[in-house]
């Protein structure tokens, strides 16, 4: 112990002698701290058996998620793209019964992904194999479930994936002998049109419809029960196909397809969301061929009204709308439209004593209730919502759940997380979408509930515990969560430190998504990897994260978390990034030449051995580069910096061996080599005396490495000589980069001293300036400017 506390003690008194006098103003000073005294501790004698046995077991990790089936039809993918055997043809079909039972009982639909790996299971079922093998065909049932799934299911995405599908069943139908019912060729091309129609083919079912408008077995299907007319114009709207949904309506009118109430409403709101008045009012007040508009159409007409300052013209529809003695329906949307129009609650308390029909007086209810909280939910006017409600209660209506649902809407839009608690429990509580009327109300509460989370994760202090018992409820009610709201929960259990609720939630949901959607993780992840302000240990945790769980991270992404670990001077981690690149199983995401140069410049500017060790064993295996001068500069960087000159001067002879030759980078870094080299400089004035005879042009980057070469062996007199003639090689004179690079190779702190003077007087103003960039002290305790010196190959 006596013998390691004096060799401790003769090394700090060393350090502190070699110190030099010129940087110890640079030195940060030793603060001294008040040692308290060590408490008395008393042996705690413990039973390690029952210690054990009582111990709370550590958290499992959740294992990923997966739709019945899906999984198996990747592996299905990943077997045919690698020449592979696939499973049996009994199992495929199987699994792809599996995969639509499910998506039907669940009502999730079919996202782009899923999409397009079922459309090619879908053509690969469907060839005829050899007789010797096993002949199972797809059934017409196996078609029909995909097609109910792919039309009963609303989409969240709208792909061309899907519209390949759609037209992929049609064809197989076509192609397949199955049972040829009446009329089954027209309903199939009825399916295909609404599936068009849905997923954004449009003009494509427009056409479509036109080449079958003449036949009579198609034409009983334009203004009928199905109403295509409808389905294809509201398609149109949808993606904002102006031109063709105008022509379709007024080609429909000429072919005795009369304007109705379906299609009034399609292209009133469709000119009413963009505020064109000429139109909306043209479209409103045409002719109808049948009753009063629809109930939601007065209620866009209102909205239009209100924004455009038209509310004369709304309030003369509406006055014409109740002397008409209409429905209870629209006796709804005529109070909801005095209130958009911004009349006061009283007027709307007076027309309601006075509601009547044609067959008596109209009470008002809970739905009248609603109908006028959702406007106040849209207005996110709070007080006219506590307004609503003192009038039910005036009048007796008691809030059901579709109410609170509302004013879980209405909370949330004016950022009263409080009374959003409140509601929210209410609701589920009550589930209003279990009423067999009303089943649309649970993709209403899905939405706000994701507005909800969102919400509470923005937050300064989020409640973690309402969060987690919230994420609880999602499971247990199946309910599908956002990309984005996965996102900005992930990102807040990180900045927690909750790896385990990150990995929980990631197993759940993110095997759920498409590609697409999967990004808007992904990039949530890079973005906090990226950002100065998170600190690396949870930068590294969030990347592990996205390794783990998001293995089609793209190649550019990747790139750029490596760099962003190189800039946190962590080299050993952005090695490890590097390393999961070259290890990926595809190919594409294996790094290429620019990849390996810019994880060997990373190393050269933030030494790491281990990591340049692995990075050169799997260049070494990569047999689809070949070396380059640009290559091997960089090894040469990297083995330089990592204190391992001699390995990089074979790399030197490899490049002037080679029929590309040296660069001006290549000649920088050999300078820069022998700089760290004992007795470089002889070797740097031979390579100088080449680089004269062939008369080359020197830029000041590769002069200044020169005298870094030519200093760091101590030739403190001939490193003034040739800055003193730098002018007349290179053009230009010494700058504080020189004299700093000068400076920082000489070996010594009396060589410093001694050029510290000269170039003092040499160059004052080139020194001051220098001096601005601040010292430090090396390992060796030797002066060091804090210059930039970025070494690129």
């Not at 040469?636 to 490049?655: N, R, T, V």
């Not at 007795?679 to 002069?703: C, F, K, N």
Request: some cysteine; aromatic content about 10%.
């Amino acid at each position: 112990m006596r013998a390691n506390l004096a060799r401790h003690g003769r090394r700090l008194l060393v350090c502190q002698a070699r110190t030099a006098p010129s940087c110890a103003v640079y030195a940060t000073p030793a603060r001294r701290r008040s040692i308290a005294p060590r408490p008395v501790s008393y042996t705690n004698f413990e039973r390690t058996f029952l210690s054990g046995l009582f111990q709370k077991p550590p958290r499992e990790v959740r294992q990923p998620e997966y739709e019945p089936g899906w999984l198996q039809i990747m592996v299905w993918r990943s077997h045919m793209l690698d020449n592979v055997r696939p499973p049996p043809r009994r199992e495929l079909f199987e699994l792809w019964k599996k995969l639509m039972q499910s998506k039907f009982a669940t009502g999730m639909p079919l996202n782009s992904t899923q999409t397009l790996q079922c459309r090619r299971l879908l053509e690969y079922l469907a060839v005829v194999p050899d007789k010797k093998q096993d002949c199972k065909m797809l059934t017409l049932a196996d078609l029909t479930i995909a097609r109910q799934v792919l039309l009963q299911n609303e989409p969240i995405e709208r792909t061309q994936h899907h519209l390949d599908f759609a037209k992929a069943l049609y064809t197989v139908w076509l192609s397949g002998d199955y049972t040829k019912t009446p009329k089954a060729a027209e309903q199939q091309w009825i399916h295909l049109v609404k599936a068009m129609c849905l997923y954004g083919g449009s003009r494509e079912a427009l056409q479509m419809l036109y080449e079958k408008w003449e036949q009579p077995e198609y034409a009983v299907y334009l203004n009928q029960d199905v109403h295509l007319v409808e389905t294809v114009a509201r398609g149109l709207a949808r993606e904002g196909c102006e031109a063709e949904l105008v022509e379709l309506v007024e080609y429909a009118e000429n072919h005795n397809v009369p304007y109705d109430l379906k299609i009034q409403a399609v292209m009133v709101e469709f000119f009413a969301e963009r505020d064109r008045v000429t139109e909306t009012k043209h479209w409103f007040s045409k002719p109808l061929s049948g009753s009063i508009p629809r109930a939601p159409t007065y209620r866009t007409v209102a909205a239009f009204a209100m924004r455009n300052n038209l509310q004369e013209w709304a309030t003369s529809i509406f006055r014409e709308l109740g002397e008409s003695q209409p429905r209870k329906i629209h006796w709804n949307v005529l109070l909801e439209g005095i209130l958009i129009t911004g009349k006061s609650l009283a007027e709307v308390d007076i027309v309601m004593s006075h509601m009547v029909d044609r067959k008596g007086e109209i009470s008002p209810d809970t739905s009248t209730i609603n109908g006028l909280l959702r406007v106040a939910s849209t207005q996110r006017n709070e007080v006219l919502g506590e307004d609503i409600l003192a009038l039910a209660a005036k009048r007796g209506l008691a809030p059901n759940g579709e109410t609170h649902l509302i004013l879980l809407g209405l909370r949330l839009g004016t950022s009263n997380l409080v009374g959003a608690r409140e509601a929210y429990n209410q609701v589920r509580h009550m589930r209003p979408w279990t009423n067999e009327t009303k089943p649309h109300l649970f993709a209403e509460f899905r939405k706000m509930v994701n507005e909800y989370l969102v919400a509470l994760a923005a937050q300064k202090q989020p409640d973690f515990k309402l969060i987690s018992s919230m994420l609880e409820a999602v499971e247990e009610d199946r309910m599908r969560l956002e990309p984005s709201t996965v996102a900005a929960l992930c990102l807040r259990f990180l900045e927690n430190d909750q790896h385990f609720d990150v990995m929980d939630i990631l197993s759940i949901y993110s095997f759920l998504y498409s590609e697409s959607e999967r990004e808007v993780i992904q990039t949530a992840f890079v973005s906090f990897c990226l950002d100065p302000s998170t600190s690396t240990n949870r930068a590294w945790g969030a990347y592990q994260l996205l390794h783990q769980y998001f293995q089609d991270t793209s190649f550019e992404r990747r790139v750029e978390l490596m760099n962003a670990f190189f800039q946190r001077k962590r080299p050993d981690m952005a090695s490890h990034v590097f390393g999961h690149m070259r290890a990926h199983r595809n190919k594409s995401f294996h790094p290429k030449m620019e990849t390996y140069i810019t994880c060997l410049e990373g190393i050269a500017r933030y030494p790491d051995q281990d990591g340049l060790d692995m990075v050169h064993n799997m260049l070494k295996m990569d047999t689809t580069l070949q070396p380059s001068t640009k290559l091997y500069t960089a090894l040469m960087l990297a083995y330089a910096s990592c204190g391992q000159p001699l390995i990089a001067l074979d790399y030197w002879q490899q490049i002037t061996q080679s029929r590309e030759g040296p660069s001006y980078a290549t000649l920088e870094a050999i300078f820069w080599t022998l700089e760290k080299k004992t007795g470089g400089h002889t070797q740097a004035r031979e390579i100088w005396d080449r680089m004269e005879r062939m008369d080359l042009e020197i830029p000041p980057s590769v002069y200044n490495a020169y005298i870094g070469a030519i200093a760091g062996s101590g030739n403190e007199k001939e490193v003034r000589g040739l800055i003193m003639k730098m002018a007349s090689v290179v053009g230009s004179e010494p700058d504080a980069m020189t004299l700093g690079i000068a400076y920082n190779s000489l070996p010594g702190q009396p060589l410093q001293k001694g050029f510290q003077e000269w170039a003092k007087g040499r160059y004052p103003d080139i020194w001051a300036e220098l001096m601005k960039v601040g010292r430090r002290m090396d390992e060796y305790s030797l002066c060091q400017f804090k210059i930039e010196r970025v070494m690129k190959a």
